[in-house]
């Protein structure tokens, strides 16, 4: 009785986000996936040897919040190719991926990945959302050649 009661007042379960992307690391690759990406066609995968880096970037949001703002966001990312050539950056947000347990398949495939590097991104990040002098980009790998 006690959960129908709960789940009476706790209401129906909030739709699901179409902006929503899950992000994957195994053994194959990377995996970008979602609904807006499928709509529009974009490409979802890259094989390891199309990322030419992985890091950390603590940037301002492109977009200000309606009640406080300018803010600073975490995120991670990987250079992959661009269709136009060249590499482009391709973020996601800090809470896909822990620094303390990161996907072991992410650990074999990026050998020599700095994780101090990627430590100082995320100290500055710590300072919080309004520490707009800490903008960076910490580059914690890069394919051996990609310069």
Do not use: C
Request: no cysteine.
């Amino acid at each position: 009785m006690w959960l129908f009661i709960r789940k009476w007042l706790a209401g129906p379960p909030a739709p699901e986000d179409p902006l929503r992307e899950t992000v994957r690391f195994d053994d194959a690759g990377l995996t970008r996936s979602g609904e807006l990406a499928r709509a529009m066609g974009l490409q979802e995968f890259w094989p390891w040897s199309d990322i030419h880096e992985f890091g950390f970037l603590f940037t301002q949001a492109i977009y200000p919040d309606p009640w406080f703002g300018d803010y600073m966001e975490s995120l991670w990312f990987v250079r992959v190719p661009s269709d136009g050539g060249g590499l482009m950056r391709m973020d996601f947000d800090a809470d896909v991926l822990d620094i303390d347990h990161l996907p072991p398949a992410l650990l074999r495939n990026l050998p020599g990945l700095d994780m101090e590097v990627l430590r100082a991104g995320l100290a500055t990040a710590a300072r919080g959302p309004r520490h707009f002098e800490g903008e960076g980009e910490w580059v914690a790998w890069r394919r051996a050649g990609a310069d």
